[in-house]
């Protein structure tokens, strides 16, 4: 099978609309936070209703387009460069949560 740049499979092509939900989210984050001239540190769907909706919904779909472009291509031998481009944010992204919450847990140092 060759590599390709666009996805083949119905899985790769929900990563890659996944991801593109994610630009436009972002880009739409910022917009919104521009317009609305934030002030908050950490928004969030309580202190900043809109502003913290769209954030974390932006971080939702870069993790689930890292997942299923994951299950893509093990599950169905997705080769397209796109997809394994995609991974890699939602990666992160994932993390970054992760190591948000546990800071959140320990607490800031005394």
Do not use: C
């Not at 919904?57 to 997809?83: M, Q, W």
């Amino acid at each position: 099978m060759k590599n390709r740049f666009l996805p083949q499979t119905s899985k790769g092509k929900w990563a890659v609309g996944l991801f593109a939900a994610f630009l436009v989210l972002g880009i739409a984050g910022n917009r919104i936070s521009n317009a609305t001239v934030n002030t908050i540190e950490y928004p969030n769907p309580i202190n900043s209703p809109l502003l913290g909706s769209v954030i974390y919904l932006a971080f939702t779909a870069a993790i689930l387009a890292s997942i299923i472009g994951f299950l893509a291509v093990k599950k169905d031998h997705e080769r397209s460069l796109l997809v394994f481009l995609l991974i890699l944010p939602g990666l992160f992204f994932f993390i970054a949560i992760v190591g948000f919450m546990i800071a959140n847990l320990i607490g800031p140092p005394d």
